[in-house]
Every structure is written in structure tokens, then in C-alpha cells.
């Protein structure tokens, strides 16, 4: 398997300009996790999705944030308009809770920039 | 939600056994602790799992005392490439209890 795919790896965007982060989670994973990543802040979760339904985005921080889980191997996280505090890496993290572990698997991130 | 508790860094040198340890006061009882550990530029890895005693694997052991209010990572002979960031997380995510990553403690493996 091909792990947890995100695209793209590097976005360097100008402030109020539309960003969409995508995630396609490891095939037969029923959970999906965004979390975001900062110095500052460490690493947070912001909203899970449970077979494709959105369980809790209580840690998405505005509006300006959104997140879409179209089907079982595909989600989005969309910025609208985006501002330079939104400057993190956001991992994607998929599971499958048939198995015996709480393991999240994690994608290689998005360095986003906000200018 | 059960809070972790861990130091903000360590250093060990190269060969050395490292334990860390994660204090987690309020775990309840549904509560599994799992460990992970982040690269730099790197999304955060799953190490180990353990609900109580022992737990041992090809990477690391974990050792939980019986009042399960700790838990102590140990990495046997570390070298340069174990330098990551190193997390402790406590919840059940069945009963809709979401892990959360606190700030880790960061290892620094020296020659």
C-alpha cells in the first residue's frame, strides 16, 4: 500500500486566496483525521470523519475552514479565504478500527505558506 | 479527556537505553496509551500501544504500572536516527474520545 497520499506537499499562497489541501486515506481505512501543526501550537486535531460522515470539528479553529469526505478515499480541506496564521503543515492520518490498535496512519504532510 | 504529562526534551548518547516517561493522573478506565514518535519533516509514526503491564516489540517496550497513572517508553541501545519527537497520547477512540497529541518530548541522540 501506498500509505496516506496528500497533495500538494508545498503551497505558498497570498493572503485571501482560496487553498485545498487533499487526502487520500490508505484503501479499507473507515477513520480520517486533519490535524494542523505549528511551532506554537504543536500538533492539533481538527476534525475527524467516520466512514465518510464528520464525527467532530470542534478543533477547526473559523469558518474559513472546511473539510468534505466526498467518498472513502478522498477529503479535502478547503481555506477561504486564507490568512498568514493559517502558515502550518496539516497531515492527513487515516485507521482502520477493525484492527486490534488505536494506530492512526499519517501522511508526509502540507507545508503551507501564507503570505 | 485524560491530559498528558511529559518532559520537553532529552539527550542521550548513541548505545545508551532511553526511558521517558508520561504521567496521565485521570486515564479512565476504557483508556489505551500510545506512543508515536515524529521526524522532522515527517507526519508522526505509531510506536507502541499498551492498556497495562508490558508491551514489547521490535522498536521499544512500555512499561505501565498497575495503577496505570504512567506509563514509561523505553528504547534499548538508541542511535543518531531515534532523534524525534516523542509523544504519549491516552484516550479510547471508540467511545468517541479523540487523541491528542500534546508537546512531546523531543530526544536528542548524541555520538
Known amino acids: 500500500d501506498a500509505g496516506v497520499i496528500q497533495s500538494p506537499r508545498h503551497e505558498v499562497t497570498e493572503m485571501g486566496q482560496e487553498v485545498t489541501l487533499r487526502c487520500k486515506p490508505i484503501?479499507?481505512?473507515?477513520?480520517l483525521f486533519w490535524y494542523r501543526q505549528t511551532m506554537m501550537r504543536g500538533l492539533e486535531l481538527l476534525i475527524y470523519f467516520n466512514n465518510n460522515v464528520p464525527i467532530d470539528d470542534s478543533g477547526m479553529p473559523e469558518d474559513r475552514f472546511s473539510a468534505k469526505m466526498p467518498n472513502a478515499s478522498f477529503s479535502t480541506l478547503k481555506i477561504q479565504p486564507s490568512e498568514p496564521r493559517d502558515s502550518a503543515v496539516y497531515f492527513c492520518a487515516s485507521r482502520d478500527s477493525g484492527r486490534a490498535y488505536e494506530t492512526q496512519y499519517f501522511g508526509p504532510g502540507t507545508r503551507l505558506l501564507v503570505l | 479527556l485524560a491530559k498528558t504529562t511529559q518532559p520537553i526534551s532529552m539527550d542521550s548518547y548513541e548505545g545508551q537505553e532511553v526511558n521517558i516517561t508520561c504521567s496521565h493522573n485521570n486515564i479512565a478506565t476504557n483508556d489505551y496509551i500510545t506512543w508515536y514518535q515524529q521526524f522532522p519533516s515527517q507526519g508522526p509514526r505509531f510506536i507502541i500501544q499498551?492498556?497495562?503491564t508490558k508491551v514489547t516489540n521490535e522498536v521499544a517496550s512500555l512499561f505501565i504500572p498497575a495503577d496505570r497513572k504512567s506509563s514509561t517508553l523505553s528504547l534499548p541501545r538508541v542511535s543518531l536516527s531515534d532523534t524525534a519527537v516523542y509523544y504519549c497520547l491516552v484516550g479510547d477512540m471508540e467511545a468517541g474520545n479523540m487523541l491528542t497529541f500534546g508537546g512531546g518530548t523531543r530526544l536528542m541522540v548524541k555520538p
Open positions: 499498551g492498556y497495562k
Open positions: 484503501s479499507g481505512h473507515d477513520y
